[in-house]
């Protein structure tokens, strides 16, 4: 990809400017705040007694020139390679190591370019907004192979692939409705204060900060005591990391390069125009998000697509309320909520059943009647059990009811959940019969036992058993062209999996018996069709 003359210049001169320090840091010392769709403009800023975070200075303003050039760009990707910084360390023998593993391996750069699209522009403008190396803007390709719903086994979510603790710290809201570490901007801000931390913590050094993210500051710290290094000396090629930290950094530069030049490496980058695709509109209220996907003339799927923070069928019912649709849906979707007013839309109340409580009483205490409580939680009779959760419709109108469900008829009428948080009492059959799943279902999806002893504030993910059955699982799979990788796989048991011999799955795959294979990649289970 051919870079103007003019773009060169100003990536000297901004790396020029990093490194005699001209260019600041900026990040938010927030930690109990909650950061949502509706803080984006800028971080938050909320202090916090128990960590003490450094402060920088200020970001400097983007100049009229330096918009003008990012405004010239038809093309993100061409946008993206001339804030690339860490330039002088792509020649490492590790980076060119981890190149291998992405050149010609033009159906996974297609994925990640799909999945970008929507969420990649505003990324590159906040990091841009920050004055911060572009490589980072690559992160969430090696973490989550740009996939909002990633769920890795160690609990980490979302893009950015934040455990829960972390998240936290950072202010990332996360209950039963909404996760902010699946939604691509809140999830984004996080991480880029987390980044900009550990980028002072180690000594203004990227690639530890880099590999801090990874593995966590207090195991980059160990490893330099046990090189007998410094923050200030220590060299990361030369620290006894962990395997995967040791790979991760390479990785993330090894994408930087490609990108910057790209057919050299036998990939053609799907191009993603150099502007906003979405536009967030706030609601203003709890809206059911099949009926805003029929107010804005939007599939459902595709809102849900846009909108992964939000883990039910619904916005949350205090924060956040606001919804990303395409740019040519917003107008329509506010006129619509405008004529309809809120007084239309179904609010949900979650409510805990306790000890002594009846359905009567609950009707009562939250103004609804025993009939809504019984058919929108398919309740037969009038048992209710202490722990249990009711979902109560703030609306008696069943026909608006219907209506959504008419929009959504993937929908159950009780609604399941992507994650699902282990209650006292809890067992898998005891939560297969509550969203009308198979238990064994459930435990094959998070790789655990069918008698195993859940604990209470366990996460089981439910989010690949909502909208299909478990049944199609494996016919679909084996009707597909492609396998997407997961993460353990090898060659071999895919091979077993799908019934293929090993040969044939190699050479169809322009692959040998040697070569690495890595979570997101797309391996061909058909045979190639012959002219």
Not at 86 to 106: F, K, M, R, W
Not at 295 to 310: D, I, S, T, V
């Amino acid at each position: 990809m051919v870079i103007s003359s003019m773009a060169k210049r100003f990536r000297s001169v901004l790396r020029f400017l990093y490194l005699i320090g001209g260019v600041s840091l900026f990040f938010s010392c927030q930690t109990t705040n909650k950061v949502s769709m509706l803080d984006l403009e800028t971080p938050p800023d909320v202090a916090n007694n128990q960590v003490i975070r450094k402060e920088s200075p200020p970001i400097p303003a983007i100049t009229p020139e330096e918009t003008d050039l990012i405004e010239s760009f038809d093309d993100l990707w061409a946008r993206l390679q001339t804030k690339f910084l860490l330039t002088d360390h792509y020649d490492n023998p590790a980076v060119q190591e981890a190149l291998g593993s992405y050149i010609y391996n033009q159906p996974y750069f297609d994925r990640i370019a799909e999945r970008a699209e929507p969420f990649l522009f505003w990324i590159v403008g906040e990091i841009e907004r920050r004055n911060l190396p572009m490589e980072l803007a690559l992160i969430p390709i090696v973490e989550s192979t740009f996939n909002p719903n990633a769920y890795s086994p160690k609990h980490a979510v979302g893009l950015w692939q934040f455990i829960g603790p972390t998240a936290k710290s950072f202010g990332l809201q996360q209950d039963w409705w909404y996760d902010g570490r699946r939604d691509p901007r809140a999830s984004t801000v996080a991480a880029l204060d987390f980044l900009e931390e550990l980028h002072l913590e180690f000594d203004n050094n990227w690639l530890l900060a880099l590999a801090a993210y990874n593995t966590g500051p207090g195991n980059v710290k160990r490893a330099i005591r046990r090189a007998n290094m410094t923050t200030e000396t220590a060299d990361f090629w030369s620290l006894p990391l962990a395997k995967e930290t040791k790979a991760h950094v390479p990785k993330i530069l090894a994408l930087a390069k490609l990108i910057s030049n790209s057919s050299r490496y036998g990939i053609e980058l799907s191009p993603i125009a150099n502007e906003e695709s979405l536009v967030l509109v706030k609601i203003d209220s709890q809206i059911d998000l099949a009926q805003a996907a029929h107010l804005a003339n939007l599939n459902y799927n595709e809102l849900r697509r846009l909108n992964p923070g939000y883990l039910q069928w619904a916005t949350h019912p205090d924060n956040p309320q606001v919804i990303a649709v395409p740019l040519d849906n917003a107008d329509l979707l506010r006129d619509r909520i405008a004529e309809l007013g809120p007084d239309r839309f179904i609010t949900w109340d979650r409510y805990e059943i306790k000890p002594g409580d009846t359905l009567g009483g609950i009707a009562i205490k939250l103004d609804t009647n025993i009939e809504i409580l019984t058919s929108v939680n398919q309740i037969s009779g009038s048992r209710i059990i202490a722990g249990d959760a009711l979902l109560v419709p703030r609306t008696t109108d069943f026909s608006l009811l219907a209506n959504i469900n008419k929009n959504n008829q993937a929908r159950r009428r009780i609604p399941v959940p992507n994650l699902y948080i282990v209650q006292n009492g809890d067992n898998l059959w005891k939560i297969a019969r509550r969203f009308d799943l198979k238990s064994a279902d459930i435990a094959k999806q998070n790789n655990i036992s069918i008698n195993s002893i859940l604990q209470p504030g366990q996460e089981l993910r439910l989010e690949m058993l909502a909208n299909a059955a478990p049944s199609q699982e494996i016919s679909v799979a084996m009707a597909a062209q492609d396998y997407e990788v997961r993460q353990g796989d090898a060659m071999i048991e895919i091979a077993a999996r799908f019934k293929i011999r090993l040969s044939d799955l190699l050479r169809w795959n322009n692959l040998s018996s040697s070569d690495l294979i890595f979570p997101g990649q797309l391996i061909r289970v058909i045979q190639p069709e012959t002219n």
